[in-house]
């Protein structure tokens, strides 16, 4: 299994534009995980789904933000419009339904706004 | 309060030496837990979990006291390559938490 896809690797963009990233799950997990990673503030949960669904959205940290997930294999975190606060690594990370729910995370994408 | 603390050291320790790393978490109806180790500039890996009654994987065990509400990761051994950052995460309810990361190098 080639592991979780995310696309593109890296992004710098400026202020105001839109950003999409992607992410492809391992075939056949069930929960699909967005986190962002700053050196301020580490790894933080922004969104996941299960089959598909949002389950929990509480970490994304405003309306700029908004994430789907159209099928089982794909997803999208998008950016709208972006802010230079917002640069950080995004990643992707999936899992299966397990008692604890090991993840499996993504390259990730780094993101630069300028 | 946070979710998760860490000691985000760095630790420095020679080859051979054993280290341990502390997590403490601040809900107590908490229900799982992890450590996961992240190399500079990739991804963050599953290392193990850390079970109710403690558990080892070769040179590595974790421990959980959820009395006070902490898990430790000990390394034995430690080898040139355990060299990363290890996260320590917990999870309660729906969500996960990360700490910060406890920053380790191993030194010839």
């Known amino acids: 299994d080639a592991g979780v896809i995310q696309s593109p690797r890296h992004e710098v963009t400026e202020m105001g534009q839109e950003v999409t990233l992607r992410c492809k799950p391992i075939s056949g997990h069930d929960y699909l995980f967005w986190y962002r990673q700053t050196m301020m503030r580490g790894l933080e949960l922004l969104i996941y789904?299960?089959?598909?669904?949002?389950?929990?959205d509480s970490g994304m940290p405003e309306d700029r933000f908004s994430a789907k997930m159209p099928n089982a294999s794909f997803s999208t975190l998008k950016i709208q419009p972006s802010e230079p606060r917002d640069s950080a690594v995004y990643f992707c990370?999936?899992?299966?339904?397990?008692?604890?729910?090991?993840?499996?995370f993504g390259p990730g994408t780094r993101l630069t706004v300028t | 309060r946070k979710e998760v603390e860490q000691d985000p050291g760095p630790f420095n320790v020679p080859e051979g030496a054993t280290v341990a790393f502390n997590c403490t978490y601040s809900?107590?109806?908490?229900?799982?837990f992890f450590w996961y180790r992240q190399d500079c500039r990739k991804e963050p890996k599953l290392l193990m979990s850390v079970y109710s009654s403690g558990n080892e994987d070769g040179r590595f065990t974790a421990q959980l006291n959820r009395a006070s509400q902490y898990i430790s990761l000990l390394i034995r051994d430690s080898k040139l390559s355990d060299s990363a950052t290890y996260l320590c995460?917990?999870?309660?309810?729906?969500?996960?938490?990360f700490g910060t990361g406890t920053s380790l190098t191993v030194i010839p």
């Open positions: 789904f299960n089959n598909n669904v949002p389950i929990d």
């Open positions: 995460v917990v999870k309660t309810g729906n969500q996960f938490y």
């Open positions: 990370a999936s899992s299966l339904v397990t008692p604890q729910n090991e993840q499996y």
């Open positions: 809900n107590s109806a908490s229900q799982s």
